[in-house]
Structures are given as structure tokens and as C-alpha cells.
């Protein structure tokens, strides 16, 4: 399916390897000029397909560098059509295990940045009367899990926030919506597979048949799964869609909506 996003301006954040990267890759095949922000990106421009990714090196942790990114893109591309919000994943820790600075750390890296970026892009967006801005959240928004509650709490934020943002953006011709992947084989999932058969004196294997058990589909996704439904949304195709999660997680949310 032709998407029609070629020739534009895409920022994705935390995109050096993953989910992010694999957003990044995506666009770029679609043609897009894809600015890739994390903090060992290298420095290589690349071309692939139609487009190209240009790195930036960015730590999501530095609050001015963050303030800062939307601004550096438009100054040196002259427009911000796509916005991809990703972030590192925080750590895997019960809610009684949590120390406060567990808590500030995952505010400054979760949340932070995505009102930082979101608020940044959107006013670029509407001075432009046009743009797309994904948020990359998580399913545990909608059905939290054992060791999720940093990722639960500051992306339930991090979701309420885009939300808003969408109603106050969308008469300008700005839309905003969320990408809710499930177990994705990235390395952070194949790091917390490995520190779970470590904790629990298990085969790493056996602990993914644990993750896989719970989806329907039988399978954990794949990154490019992620990225082929971000590209669609930040797609003129998705041009009456704003405003909505959409959880990529083989069926592994068990709530009706
Ligand atoms: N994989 C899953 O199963 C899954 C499921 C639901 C949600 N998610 C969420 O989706 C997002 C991406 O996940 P992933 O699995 O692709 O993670 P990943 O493989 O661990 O990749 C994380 C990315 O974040 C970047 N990063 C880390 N710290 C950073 C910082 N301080 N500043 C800028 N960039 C930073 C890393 O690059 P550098 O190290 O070069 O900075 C890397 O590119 C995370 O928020 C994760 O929690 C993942």
C-alpha cells in the first residue's frame, strides 16, 4: 500500500537499535528524510530506499537537549511532518521494590520527554497546519503486569497527555495517536527474558514460553510489526484518525476495548 509519506521530515526518538529503529527504517523506506535521536547513534547518514536516516545524538535523560531537538530539526530540514515519541523502557521492578529515584528516573525518561517533544512538535505542526505525531507506549497501559509499574504509571501519563493533545491539535489539521506494542523480540525484551531466568533459577526458553503463553497469537512481534503500524498512522491513509490507541500485541490485551 502506497502510504504517501515520501519527501517529508520525520524525528523518531531512542532509535539507534529496536523498536525505534525499526520505526526509522520503515519511514525511510517510504521515502522520508528520518532524523534518528538516542545517545549512540554514530554519525553516518543513510540511504535507504527512497530516503535517508540522519543520526543525531541526543540523551532523552538531558532535559534542555530534549527541549531543544524539535527546534534543531526544523532549523536544519525546514519542516517536522512525522514525530515518532519512543523511549527507553524503564526498569523491571515490583511496586514495592521501587525506590523513589527508580520513580524520577522513569519520570525523566518516560514522560518527560514525550511532553517535551509532543508539546514541540505540535506547535511546529501547527504553524505548519499539518503533521503526524506518534506516541510508542506499551499495552501495559491498559493491563498492567508484574514489574511494569513504572512503565504503567508514567505512560498512563504519557497516554492521558497525547490524548489531550490531539483534541487541542486536531482543527489544525495536526493528528496524534498512540502505538501500544505487546512483547516485541527486541533486546530489551531479550534482557528481561534472560534477568527473569536469572531471578527464577529457569531456562531462558522456558521463561519465553512464559511471555508467549498469554498472547493468542502465539508469538511475540516483531519490531518491523511495530513500525509497519506507526508508518500507517503517521500516513496520509490514517488522515481521519486521531485520537486513538491501537495496541499491536497478538491479542494479549484481554479487555473488550
Ligand atoms: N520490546 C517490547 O516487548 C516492548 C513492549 C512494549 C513497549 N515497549 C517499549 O517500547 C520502547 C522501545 O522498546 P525496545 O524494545 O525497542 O527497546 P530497546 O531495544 O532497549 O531500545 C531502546 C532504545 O532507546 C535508546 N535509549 C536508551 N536510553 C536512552 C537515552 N537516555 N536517551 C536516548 N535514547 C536512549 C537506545 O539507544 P541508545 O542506547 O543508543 O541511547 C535504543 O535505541 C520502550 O519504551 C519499551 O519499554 C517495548
Do not use: C
Not at 19 to 47: K, N, P, Q
Not at 197 to 220: C, F, H, K, S, Y
Amino acid at each position: 500500500m502506497y502510504l504517501g509519506l515520501d519527501k517529508g521530515i520525520a524525528l523518531v526518538t531512542a532509535a539507534s537499535r529496536g523498536i525505534g529503529r525499526a520505526t526509522a527504517e520503515r519511514l525511510a523506506m517510504e521515502g522520508m528524510t528520518v532524523i534518528v535521536a538516542s545517545r549512540s547513534v554514530g554519525s553516518e547518514r543513510e540511504d535507504l530506499g527512497e530516503g535517508h536516516i540522519v543520526p543525531i545524538e541526543v540523551d532523552l535523560a538531558d532535559a534542555d537537549a530534549t527541549a531543544a531537538l524539535v527546534d534543531t530539526v526544523v532549523d536544519a530540514y525546514g519542516s517536522l511532518e512525522v514525530a515518532v515519541l519512543n523511549t527507553p523502557g524503564p526498569r523491571i521492578v515490583p511496586a514495592l521494590g521501587t525506590s523513589w529515584s527508580d520513580w524520577q528516573a522513569a519520570h525523566d525518561l518516560l514522560l518527560r520527554p514525550v511532553v517535551q517533544l509532543g508539546t514541540a512538535a505540535a506547535k511546529q505542526m501547527q504553524k505548519q497546519r499539518h503533521g503526524s505525531i506518534v506516541l510508542m507506549s506499551s499495552t501495559w497501559v491498559r493491563q498492567p503486569a508484574a514489574g511494569g509499574v513504572l512503565s504503567s504509571a508514567y505512560r498512563s501519563a504519557a497516554s492521558a497527555f497525547v490524548k489531550t493533545l490531539a483534541n487541542e491539535v486536531a482543527s489544525d489539521g495536526v493528528r496524534v495517536n498512540q502505538v501500544m506494542p505487546g512483547a516485541t523480540g527486541t533486546a530489551r525484551m531479550h534482557g528481561i527474558v534472560e534477568m527473569k531466568a536469572r531471578n527464577n533459577a529457569t531456562a531462558v526458553d522456558d521463561e519465553i514460553a512464559m511471555v508467549v503463553q498469554d498472547i493468542p497469537l502465539g508469538r511475540w512481534a516483531e519490531a518491523i510489526e511495530i513500525a509497519d503500524t506507526v508508518a500507517f498512522l503517521a500516513s496520509p491513509r490514517a488522515a481521519f484518525i486521531t485520537g486513538t490507541s491501537l495496541s499491536v500485541d497478538g491479542g494479549a490485551v484481554r479487555a473488550a476495548h
